[in-house]
């Protein structure tokens, strides 16, 4: 049985988060962040990591990418700039369905 690679949720702010299912250990965020930089051109802006969690903030092509790791959902990755676009996000997000299928 297959299961969704990406899936997504709505916050409390109206943004959407991309859910990485495939990947929701720790080290994820770090993989993920080396995929947009090897692929999107992303550079690494800023990085938080606490006990059970991380935040690190990307740049690719303009556009600022939150990057997540909550130790009880997993990760994900948002825009948090005010900016609604998420053209970006959705072509990641169809990238990543592409490669894992």
Known sequence: MSFPIVT??????GA?????????EWG????FAKYLQKYW?????????????RKWVLRSGGVLISVYHDSQIGNYFLRED??????L?????????????
């Open 16 to 24: 959407t988060q991309y859910h990485l299912q495939f990947d929701s």
């Open 28 to 31: 994820g965020v770090e993989s």
């Open 41 to 53: 051109q992303a550079e690494l802006l800023d990085k938080t990591d606490s006990v059970y969690s």
């Open 8 to 13: 997504k949720s709505v916050n409390n702010d």
């Open 89 to 101: 996000l959705r072509q990641i997000e169809a990238d990543l369905i592409h490669r894992m299928s």
């Open 82 to 87: 005010g900016e609604s676009d998420e053209a």
